[in-house]
């Protein structure tokens, strides 16, 4: 019991980190036709909610999964999928410091339009990071929801 309790957590932890990230993936193509004005207008109102509900789901997925590591490392191939689905949501959160937090201390400091020069290729930055964790997310969770269901342990002990 205390296994699928974890997995759940894990499981739900990773599909929140996986719904924000996916959706900026979504956002991207749109938001590359914003001009400055509307562009910092979706950056300085929308994303703090993101990042407060963003932050702790991802970070606790990344501690999660290294423990569900541990809880299944006798079971194949379960602990394959598991150990796949946590480098992939840590990797996209290693992106995230990477690439995404020093383009949104940047813009952070942006607060009167024109934007500096540079502000294309910070979006850029900012835009192509989050769909990097995106691809790498959406990875993690598919293995993650694969070990569950391909494990053996528990086919075993249902019949």
Same mark, same amino acid.
């Given at each position: 019991?205390?296994?699928?309790?974890?997995?759940? $957590?894990?499981?739900?932890?990773?599909?929140?980190?996986?719904? &924000?990230?996916?959706?900026?993936? &979504?956002?991207?193509?749109?938001?590359?036709?914003?001009?400055?004005? &509307?562009?910092?207008?979706?950056?300085?109102? &929308?994303?703090?909610?993101?990042?407060?509900?963003?932050?702790?789901?991802?970070?606790?997925?990344?501690?999660?999964?290294?423990?569900?590591?541990?809880?299944?490392?006798?079971?194949?191939?379960?602990?394959?999928?598991?150990?796949?689905?946590?480098?992939?949501?840590?990797?996209?959160?290693?992106?995230?410091?990477?690439?995404?937090?020093?383009?949104?201390?940047?813009?952070?400091?942006?607060?009167?339009?024109? *934007?500096?020069?540079?502000?294309?290729?910070?979006?850029?930055?900012?835009?192509?990071?989050?769909?990097?964790?995106?691809?790498?997310?959406?990875?993690?969770?598919?293995? *993650?929801?694969?070990? $569950? *269901?391909?494990?053996?342990?528990?086919? *075993?002990?249902?019949?």
């Amino acid at each position: 019991m205390r296994l699928k309790i974890w997995r759940f $957590v894990c499981i739900y932890l990773t599909a929140i980190t996986l719904s &924000l990230t996916f959706s900026h993936f &979504l956002e991207m193509p749109q938001k590359f036709k914003y001009d400055q004005n &509307l562009y910092m207008a979706v950056q300085h109102t &929308l994303y703090p909610y993101f990042a407060w509900v963003g932050a702790p789901a991802e970070m606790g997925a990344v501690v999660l999964l290294i423990v569900l590591c541990f809880l299944v490392r006798g079971r194949k191939p379960s602990f394959a999928l598991t150990l796949i689905a946590t480098i992939c949501v840590a990797a996209g959160l290693a992106v995230w410091f990477a690439i995404v937090a020093p383009a949104n201390a940047e813009m952070a400091q942006w607060t009167t339009i024109p *934007l500096p020069d540079r502000w294309m290729n910070t979006r850029r930055h900012w835009e192509f990071g989050h769909a990097i964790s995106a691809v790498l997310d959406l990875i993690g969770f598919g293995a *993650l929801i694969a070990s $569950v *269901l391909f494990d053996r342990t528990t086919e *075993l002990a249902n019949g």
